[in-house]
């Protein structure tokens, strides 16, 4: 069975990604403050200012990080969609 080499580069995204998205896991302090759960969220009224309890001020400052990267997962798998659907086989011509 031989390789492609374009397959190399792929698996090697792959490894560091998986890699990275542990490390992030592993390193997250996954406590549960009682408190702060008990809190609702605020939402924004208009002309008013963001509070800290705020759904803009949650997702956007404590789990921005995380979007970005669930972002570039995504935009990847997009890319990688296109890729595959746009490839010939030239192996199966017979």
Same mark, same amino acid.
């Given at each position: 069975?031989? /390789?492609k080499k374009a397959v190399i580069p792929g698996?090697?995204?792959a490894v560091a990604l998986v890699?990275?998205?542990s490390v992030a896991?592993?390193?997250?302090d996954w406590a549960i403050d009682k408190d702060a759960e008990m809190e609702k969220w605020e939402f924004q !009224? #208009?002309?008013g200012t963001l509070s800290d309890n705020?759904?803009?001020h949650i997702l956007f400052?404590?789990?921005? !990080? /995380?979007l970005l990267m669930l972002a570039l997962l995504m935009f990847g798998s997009i890319i990688g969609g296109v890729? /595959?659907?746009?490839?010939?086989? #030239?192996d199966d011509s017979g």
């Open positions: 069975m031989k /390789i698996v090697a995204l890699l990275v998205f896991a592993v390193s997250d !009224p #208009e002309g705020s759904v803009n400052e404590e789990y921005g !990080p /995380i890729y /595959i659907s746009k490839e010939d086989d #030239e």
